[in-house]
């Protein structure tokens, strides 16, 4: 069977990209990052859908990315906003993908694994650079010339299999594959018992993405917070 | 003043880079990462090196690639090797320049730095991929598409001076910036005092640097192990 890293951040996107993977016949490793983030029910969440997607092994990542500061998801002093803005906003991780590709390559090339899977989306992206297809083609060349398998002429090929779908459509995908997406959670500021708050940028995207696909939205909120949901 | 991230290890080629990158007028940012190395000595080197070069401030960065194994500088379980061997050596840590680059990128963003140095040496390379011209010119590639700074047109740069030199030409370069070499730890297994053990890859690649400079080596070596230095 071949092996594949695949980065689980708990997530709607990261969720179905696994299910996909799997799908494909891969022997899939997980690999989930905490980077410092403030919603570590994230966390838990991806755990609970490596243990459901029948992952080979799922390993958490320490990252103190906190530590250089400069993002709402990452710095308690920078607040998550309620009301999306335009361009690049606040909850941008400088160089999030770049750095989680890499630690991805690393294990990837220990595990003897050569395909990476990650759930980019330049549809529904938010605004974030490294969410495109050609910052996708960069990195493959990178990795391609960064690492041993490489040199070797043993191709290792980067899947962003969402790229180029909506938030429906990657929910539909899901939904075909049998995922269950209760146990996902997507809000960037979740309580600890992984209830979403309704009103960041990425509930609104996941709410939407449910209503425009047709399919009842399994996602928990808040108490309080769901009376302001629209 | 225009402000550079330096990766510095604490050996003797990065002390060179900031040597080179200060010459250069720039306001440097150190960052060291303490990817789980047996050496910590390299990384009391790299303060002592920051100090001594005036870098505006020095960031130890600690990312747990040790978790990940593969490779005799993190995993105790691979022994380092004192005889050379053709091809990637064990000493080889995996996706190593691509992480460090990458979390050194995200600090870049943040700072709203546009200069990355970097001490990659492709002569005296000991076989690693990830030191070669190629290597570099595709992270520059990938910055510029990866971040906010790159998509807005604020072009990022990746700097590899010693890219193409010698270790002797670099050990030149130095002495003539005035870097005095003795701060600086290059042994794979310095112990904790920071002596060298004079007889891995690179405590040998950097006996001849010094001897092919014509200049007095500062290293300082464990005693019962000088005895058995050629």
Known sequence: MKKAVVLLSGGLDSATVLAVARRQGYQCHALSLDYGQRHSAELQAAQRVAEQLGAA?????????????????????IQVPQIATEGIPVTYVPARNTILLSIALGWAEILGARHLFIGVNAVDYSGYPDCRPEFIRAFQNLANLATKAGVEGDRIQIHAPLIQLTKAQIIRLGADLGLDYAATVSCYQADPQGRACGQCDSCRLRAQGFAAAGLPDPTRYAQTQTKKHP
């Open 57 to 77: 092994e799922h390993r958490l990542f320490p990252l103190g990315l906190g530590a250089l500061g400069g993002s709402a998801l990452t710095d308690p002093a």
